[in-house]
């Protein structure tokens, strides 16, 4: 080892260059796998958390290619007799919360705010979706019965329009119809660089009743009794809007349904080929920095010659002169791998710094990337290495150096 980084230390413009591909290899590798390690979890808190136990059921579930989604046009809309239907007959879940939403300007006084979320849902939608009170109360059963002008609203709202008093008792217009603020949302965040602050809730009633259209289709968030029925659960849901709509045993369902598992398994896919080409690439910096290696190290069998002789002479058998040279090769390779991960590192932390890129280096990274150029040292070496073992120790001897 000691004589393999006295090797390095003497040539090191030459062991930079000879390590070039390794780390490339390495700092690619890293550097990609914190990419997506980093986007599988901003993906799996931020966009796949549906909530507790909660999936959902809607009109066109996951669609990838425009086939599909032609074939989903002419599915039939999902009703409120639907959504009471479920809410009413299913065993397996905690809760059903039933939503509808649009797009439109809302204004307090002389303030506009554009494109707010109207969205209208049911008094359970609170604890199904895992919004906090800030302000305030949320919507109840007496506003959705008696079809109540009220609303609730997310903290951007708030912001813009009720900065500096309480906005509880306020009144907001949302296109040609007013609505009166009983309470506020905490902060929640953005995702991918949206927030999703900007909403105003009001009764699933009042929504069908002020906004409502012939093309409207709900959407419904079921939450499981517990983690273990969410299977039974999507099964039982099936089961009974299957039979709501009349469709034979073979006939395929013409509706979607949207689990945590299932966004995060097309996330995955998508990821997974972005990975595989990254692969390819490190594949060849892996490749390329090998043959380099090999390379230097046949030459430094040239150069030392002389001193592969004498430690012969001196009783050094063949397999201490493999060791020697395979130390060396993966000492250098390693040592590649080591700097391309600092690098990739180093990167990585200014990325998460200066841009809003999610990402986190797994540990795994960093074992797989410091295993592979070990090995690829240890591979490309044991042809020098084995070179130098079969030198005739008196040739080698007289060898000029």
């Keep these: 080892m000691r004589l393999a980084l006295d090797a390095l230390r003497a040539h090191k413009l030459r062991s930079f260059l000879t390590l070039l591909g390794v780390i490339l290899a390495v700092f690619t590798l890293v550097a990609v796998m914190s990419v997506v390690a980093g986007l599988n979890f901003y993906v799996a808190d931020r966009i796949a958390n549906l909530g507790a136990n909660v999936y959902l059921v809607n009109r066109f579930g996951i669609i990838t290619n425009e086939d599909e989604w032609v074939k989903a046009q002419k599915r039939p809309l999902l009703s409120m007799e639907e959504f009471t239907n479920l809410k009413n007959n299913m065993r397996t879940a905690a809760q059903v919360a039933a939503i509808l939403g649009s797009l439109s300007d809302v204004r307090s006084g002389n303030n506009l705010k554009e494109d707010v979320n109207i969205l209208g849902v049911t008094p359970n939608y609170l604890e199904v979706r895992s919004l906090n009170v800030a302000v305030g109360r949320f919507l109840t059963e007496a506003d959705e019965l008696h079809h109540a002008p009220a609303c609730f609203i997310g903290a951007d709202i708030a912001k813009k329009f009720f900065s500096s008093v309480d906005p509880v008792g306020k009144t907001i217009r949302a296109g040609t119809h007013s609505y009166q603020v009983v309470g506020v ?73 949207i689990g945590s598992d299932s966004i995060m398994a097309l996330w995955k896919n998508l990821t997974g080929r972005l990975f595989n080409v990254v692969l390819g690439l490190t594949a060849v910096f892996l490749v390329v920095g090998g043959i380099v290696i090999m390379n230097i190290m046949l030459a430094s069998v040239t150069e030392r010659t002389r001193e592969i002789g004498l430690r012969r002479s001196l009783g050094a058998r063949k397999r201490h002169i493999v060791m020697q040279f395979l130390t060396e090769s993966a000492v250098l390779a390693a040592v590649g791998g080591m700097i391309g991960i600092a690098l990739a590192y180093i990167v990585v932390a200014a990325a998460r710094a200066l841009t809003s890129i999610p990402m986190r280096t797994p540990i795994s990274a960093v074992i797989l990337s410091l295993g592979v150029s070990t090995a690829v040292g240890l591979f490309f070496g044991i042809y020098p290495a084995t070179r130098a073992a079969r030198l005739d120790p008196i040739e080698a001897l007289r060898a000029e150096n």
């Design 185 to 257: 949302a905490e902060v929640i965040g953005t995702t991918l660089g949206q927030s999703r602050d900007n909403f105003m809730l009001i009764p699933l009633g009042t929504y069908v009743k002020e906004w409502g259209t012939q093309r409207d289709s709900l959407l419904l968030f079921v939450q499981a009794q517990n983690a273990e029925m969410m299977e039974a659960s999507q099964d039982e849901a099936r089961m009974l809007l299957r039979a709501s709509r009349h469709l034979s045993w073979n006939a395929p369902d013409n509706f979607g349904m």
